[in-house]
């Protein structure tokens, strides 16, 4: 009997190239019986503690320190040789043998930037040897189009001047489509930036699009939102709801919460309660990173309190980290999960934290990171995943809507395409 064949790799390659905050990052080709990817990888600003590391030169002299010219030698150099010959569509076996060969508990040695990028390479380059779109080779049964959080609001370490909160998102779960989604986001998109100018306000765009203006307060943000929502002709709660990504760690010192716009400095029950007073007030559904990444007990407490209400996800908290989800779950810390390739290293251990997530009913996210590039890989890996959820930004800024413009050409592609799907937080 003849054996199947199999995408054999040939060549491995690596390169620096820009992110979209004009930072190196690391980008992988990979040739597989002919087949040629290439994928590259994202970088985070607002990054947890736990994640894998990302390597970087240190050297001054270029890049401000920031250069990746070690984690691309340590693809070319030391990865590279020791996968030629070997099957890029075993996965799970690939990925093993990037985690023994860096040896590290963190991937320090050869840096995660360096294994992902091959990881990702190694499933594009497979996809097209079987002449497969991403998604479905990932996963065969693959029909759910993710709802976006449109990031439109940019605040904390995301933008220079606005609100404490980091993000705050459109989430347009009325929507009937995919492609009507991202038509009800632009709308009001654009419609917010013609209040803001009306205002004398900045609509200059942070790291993800968002705008960044300088602002009263942190419910003057969800204000504004508000009004723009209205005025593009939407119902507030049933068509478009609210995300917040907080980023809570970037304001937590000396175990209190510093809010630089409100003012106010709170502890752990003073946040919970701030939260409960904005989703008393507002159409919020949705609360990423609502207190430090080491606040275990304040999660628990966060989570009883608004868990049943709304979604509580972990992302500095969890880092998309199989060890750290467990944790999270038997401490009923979290109800959903931010999943970022780049915080674990591998295509195979962001899938086992997402089965993991699946097997104990808690929702999860695909997203992005604030340094991003033109590929789309989270695009495909979003409906391949069928979470029904993705993060991926505003919609200007082309390395945004590059994952946006995947999204609606997977959806022209799926024959029975489903739409708002497993969200049970949506009342």
């Given at each position: 009997?003849?054996?199947?064949?199999?995408?054999?790799?040939?060549?491995v390659?690596?390169?620096?190239?820009l992110?979209?905050?004009?930072?190196?990052?690391?980008?992988?080709?990979?040739?597989?019986?002919?087949h040629?990817?290439?994928?590259?990888?994202?970088?985070?600003?607002?990054?947890?503690?736990?994640?894998?590391?990302?390597?970087?030169?240190?050297?001054?002299?270029?890049?401000h320190?920031?250069?990746?010219?070690?984690?691309?030698?340590?693809v070319?150099?030391?990865?590279?040789?020791?996968?030629?010959?070997?099957?890029?569509?075993?996965?799970?076996?690939i990925?093993?043998?990037?985690?023994?060969?860096?040896?590290?508990?963190?991937?320090?040695?050869?840096?995660?930037?360096?294994?992902?990028?091959?990881?990702?390479?190694?499933?594009?380059?497979?996809?097209?040897?079987?002449?497969?779109?991403?998604?479905?080779?990932?996963?065969?049964?693959?029909?759910?189009?993710?709802?976006?959080?449109?990031n439109?609001?940019?605040?904390?370490?995301?933008?220079?001047?606005?609100?404490?909160?980091q993000?705050?998102?459109?989430?347009?779960?009325?929507?009937?489509?995919?492609?009507?989604?991202?038509?009800?986001g632009?709308?009001?998109?654009?419609?917010?930036?013609?209040?803001?100018?009306?205002?004398?306000?900045?609509?200059?765009?942070?790291?993800?699009?968002?705008?960044?203006?300088?602002?009263?307060?942190?419910?003057?943000?969800?204000?504004?939102?508000?009004?723009?929502?209205?005025?593009?002709?939407?119902?507030?709660?049933?068509?478009?709801?609210?995300?917040?990504?907080?980023?809570?760690?970037?304001?937590?010192?000396?175990?209190?919460?510093?809010?630089?716009?409100?003012?106010?400095?709170?502890?752990?029950?003073?946040?919970?309660?701030?939260?409960?007073?904005?989703?008393?007030?507002?159409?919020?559904?949705s609360?990423?990173?609502?207190?430090?990444?080491?606040?275990?007990?304040?999660?628990?407490?966060?989570?009883?309190?608004?868990?049943?209400?709304?979604?509580?996800?972990?992302?500095?908290?969890?880092?998309?980290?199989p060890k750290?989800?467990?944790?999270?779950i038997?401490?009923k810390?979290?109800?959903?999960?931010?999943i970022?390739?780049n915080?674990?290293?591998?295509?195979?251990?962001?899938?086992?934290?997402?089965?993991?997530?699946?097997?104990?009913?808690?929702?999860?996210?695909?997203?992005?990171?604030?340094g991003?590039?033109e590929?789309?890989?989270?695009s495909?890996?979003?409906?391949?995943?069928?979470?029904g959820?993705?993060?991926?930004g505003?919609?200007?800024?082309?390395?945004?809507?590059?994952?946006?413009?995947?999204?609606?050409?997977?959806?022209?592609?799926?024959?029975?395409?489903?739409?708002?799907?497993?969200?049970?937080?949506?009342?």
């Amino acid at each position: 009997m003849r054996e199947k064949l199999k995408p054999i790799i040939e060549k491995v390659h690596a390169r620096e190239i820009l992110d979209s905050r004009g930072f190196p990052t690391i980008e992988v080709e990979i040739t597989a019986s002919g087949h040629t990817s290439i994928s590259a990888v994202p970088s985070g600003a607002s990054t947890g503690k736990f994640e894998a590391l990302e390597l970087r030169d240190n050297d001054k002299d270029r890049f401000h320190g920031k250069g990746v010219l070690k984690a691309v030698k340590n693809v070319i150099d030391h990865y590279g040789p020791a996968l030629i010959g070997k099957d890029a569509s075993d996965q799970k076996l690939i990925d093993q043998f990037l985690n023994n060969l860096d040896g590290s508990s963190n991937k320090s040695t050869y840096g995660a930037n360096a294994s992902l990028g091959i990881s990702m390479a190694c499933a594009v380059a497979s996809s097209s040897f079987f002449n497969k779109p991403l998604y479905e080779y990932i996963s065969p049964k693959s029909n759910i189009m993710p709802v976006p959080m449109i990031n439109v609001l940019n605040g904390g370490m995301h933008a220079d001047q606005g609100s404490d909160l980091q993000e705050i998102m459109l989430f347009p779960h009325g929507a009937k489509s995919f492609s009507q989604s991202i038509q009800m986001g632009s709308e009001v998109f654009h419609c917010l930036k013609n209040d803001l100018k009306k205002q004398g306000l900045n609509t200059a765009v942070g790291d993800e699009g968002g705008f960044a203006p300088a602002l009263k307060s942190n419910d003057h943000a969800i204000e504004l939102l508000l009004g723009s929502i209205e005025k593009s002709g939407f119902e507030i709660g049933k068509d478009i709801s609210l995300a917040l990504d907080v980023a809570a760690s970037s304001f937590y010192k000396k175990g209190k919460y510093h809010l630089k716009v409100d003012g106010n400095i709170l502890d752990t029950d003073g946040m919970v309660s701030f939260y409960e007073n904005l989703i008393r007030q507002y159409p919020i559904v949705s609360i990423e990173d609502g207190l430090d990444e080491n606040d275990w007990d304040g999660w628990t407490v966060l989570n009883k309190a608004l868990g049943d209400k709304i979604q509580i996800v972990g992302d500095d908290l969890t880092v998309t980290n199989p060890k750290k989800l467990k944790k999270a779950i038997d401490k009923k810390s979290i109800n959903s999960i931010l999943i970022k390739l780049n915080q674990i290293g591998t295509l195979t251990e962001t899938i086992e934290s997402i089965d993991i997530a699946k097997s104990n009913r808690c929702n999860y996210i695909i997203s992005h990171r604030s340094g991003e590039t033109e590929d789309t890989f989270i695009s495909d890996l979003a409906v391949a995943m069928g979470g029904g959820q993705i993060k991926t930004g505003s919609v200007c800024r082309s390395d945004r809507t590059a994952k946006y413009n995947r999204l609606l050409r997977i959806e022209e592609k799926l024959e029975l395409p489903k739409f708002c799907t497993n969200l049970s937080f949506i009342k």
